[in-house]
């Protein structure tokens, strides 16, 4: 619905018009108003504080007399001290009158004021020399004189009178205000009674507009309404195909990151057991046949010493020989050097069995192992990264067993977790070094803590801590996120712990969390049941 065109118009030109006549009437009157009001807000202020200013000259006035006539009276210079002390506000307070009501300063009582005013203060002065002199009773009598008490009666004489005709020049510009008030509230007046019709006459056409308008505006928000109905439909069908595709993305990445860790830990089991069974094949053959080389030489030992003993003759080749390989020296050694090569090679056979320990790849299914038995299995692997080199200190490992039973497992599982949990430690010490070397840190020694104790009776619980940086607990939130990582862009992947999280909460039942603070340092608690119940699936 829309108003006819002629209203329309002639409503527009009645609206302009009013609109102008009411400017042209209101804006010089507010103008008038609003300067009276700053000129009756200033005249209020001024009454205020001459009254105050009028208060405060009689009071410091009574200060000085009382101080002047205390000081005759004792002879303390304090008194004179206390005068001197109020005799610039005195001054001040004058001056401060003086701005405000310059008039009442200039008349001929003003000068009787001021001639009065002068010679009680040098009365005063004179009283202060005297009882520096040693004469108080003269001084005394100075004050307490007839002339004193004259000009001390002229002086207060003139400032009531002073103060009376400010109070009437202040009263006569209150008149003025309240008259010039009155004249602008007429002619308010005056226009209110000529405005009232032509805008009544406006309302009743924004009435008929705004009528039309809003029966147009009813059609709008029902097409609004249609509008948004139909968006709602499409944006929840949207919705509900985004959810499906994030959880889709969720799966098609958590699937991913097994695949990547699941290939790596069994590319490094694959090469650690070859690289093991390499080793350990020529190994063995070494160690088998150092017991027959000791045996061997034993006996051309023996006999060497039975041909010395029949062999008599001191200038023969063979005793020439004897001298210069210094036989007896070989003797002596040769049992010593097979000992230690016995000793390496049962150390590389060690070694050897602690790597395919850590590889597992024969061990798919569950079984009851030895913890502390995987735990020193990666120490081993990762021994290389604990020592001291030119970037770096030592880091100390701290074994804190408890008397663990054996615990059914996942070892290859378990070996990954604390590979990761391992490497992370030492990569926040790595860079507690950097931030020591840079000097905004001091150095202490690196440590990294092993605990394992039985909780209950039916969980074990693995605490592995280091003393590095430690980690803000808004990271700390995020820590078990697939691909959420703190190390810098290239020295992290973000899937260790998520692994980690996954092997010891989803395969083991188990619990998982990290205790830490920026400063001081990281543990992980891992918690997992001695005995898994038979619902597990096997991974």
């Not at 206390?82 to 005799?87: G, I, L, N, P, S």
């Not at 039975?306 to 003759?313: G, K, M």
């Not at 949990?421 to 507690?432: G, T």
């Not at 801590?465 to 700390?476: A, P, R, S, V």
Request: net charge neutral; aromatic share 8%.
């Amino acid at each position: 619905m829309h108003l006819p065109y002629k209203l329309r118009f002639a409503s527009s030109q009645l609206i302009t018009v009013t609109v102008l006549l009411t400017l042209l009437l209101f804006i010089p009157q507010v103008w008038l108003n609003l300067q009276a009001y700053y000129e009756f807000n200033s005249i209020t202020k001024n009454e205020f504080k001459l009254q105050i200013l009028s208060d405060e000259i009689t009071y410091f006035d009574e200060v000085l007399t009382m101080s002047a006539r205390m000081n005759a009276a004792t002879g303390n210079t304090i008194w004179e001290q206390r005068y001197r002390q109020f005799e610039p506000k005195l001054d001040i307070a004058i001056k401060e009158s003086i701005k405000l009501a310059p008039k009442a300063y200039k008349n001929e009582d003003a000068k009787k004021i001021d001639a009065a005013n002068q010679r009680l203060v040098a009365m005063e002065y004179q009283s202060f020399d005297l009882v520096n002199k040693n004469q108080k009773e003269t001084a005394q009598k100075l004050l307490f004189s007839r002339e004193y008490e004259t000009q001390k009666q002229i002086y207060a004489d003139g400032v009531m009178k002073r103060k009376y005709n400010i109070s009437l020049e202040l009263q006569q510009k209150v008149d003025e205000y309240y008259q010039r008030i009155l004249w602008a509230i007429s002619e308010s007046s005056i226009s209110l009674a000529m405005l009232i019709p032509a805008w009544l006459l406006v309302l009743h056409l924004l009435q008929q507009y705004l009528k039309a308008k809003k029966i147009a505006q009813a059609a709008l928000e029902e097409t609004n309404y249609q509008l948004e109905m139909q968006v709602t439909e499409r944006t929840a069908k949207l919705k509900h195909k985004n959810i499906q595709l994030q959880n889709t993305l969720q799966e098609l990445q958590h699937t991913q990151v097994q695949l990547i860790q699941n290939e790596k830990m069994s590319s490094l089991g694959q090469l650690v057991a070859g690289v093991a069974h390499e080793i350990n094949n020529p190994v063995n053959f070494i160690y088998g046949n150092l017991m027959h080389i000791r045996e061997y030489s034993q006996q051309l030992l023996t006999l060497i010493k039975l041909y010395q003993q029949q062999c008599s003759s001191e200038k023969s080749e063979i005793t020439t020989l004897i001298n210069e390989i210094d036989l007896e020296f070989i003797v002596d050694d040769m049992p010593k050097i097979l000992s230690s090569m016995a000793v390496g090679t049962e150390r590389i056979r060690e070694i050897v069995l602690t790597l395919r320990n850590f590889s597992r790849l024969d061990e798919a299914e569950m079984k009851f192992v030895d913890i502390h038995e995987g735990i020193n299995s990666t120490l081993l692997i990762l021994q290389y990264r604990f020592k001291e080199n030119h970037k770096q200190q030592e880091i100390a490992i701290i074994k804190d067993y408890g008397n663990l039973p054996l615990v059914e497992c996942y070892a290859g599982g378990l070996n990954q977790v604390f590979m990761n949990i391992l490497s992370n430690a030492i990569d926040a010490l790595h860079q507690r070094e950097v931030e020591y070397l840079k000097g905004d840190i001091e150095r202490q020694l690196n440590s990294i803590i092993i605990h394992t104790q039985v909780k209950n009776d039916e969980c074990v619980i693995i605490s592995i801590k280091d003393n590095g940086l430690g980690i803000t607990e808004e990271d700390q939130t995020r820590l078990f996120d697939p691909f959420f990582t703190t190390k810098p862009i290239g020295k992290g992947t973000g899937l260790g712990l998520s692994i980690s999280y996954e092997i010891i909460v989803e395969k083991h039942k188990g619990k998982i969390k990290c205790i830490s603070a920026p400063g001081k340092g990281t543990e992980f608690v891992i918690e997992i049941p001695i005995k898994q119940t038979r619902s597990i699936v096997t991974h």
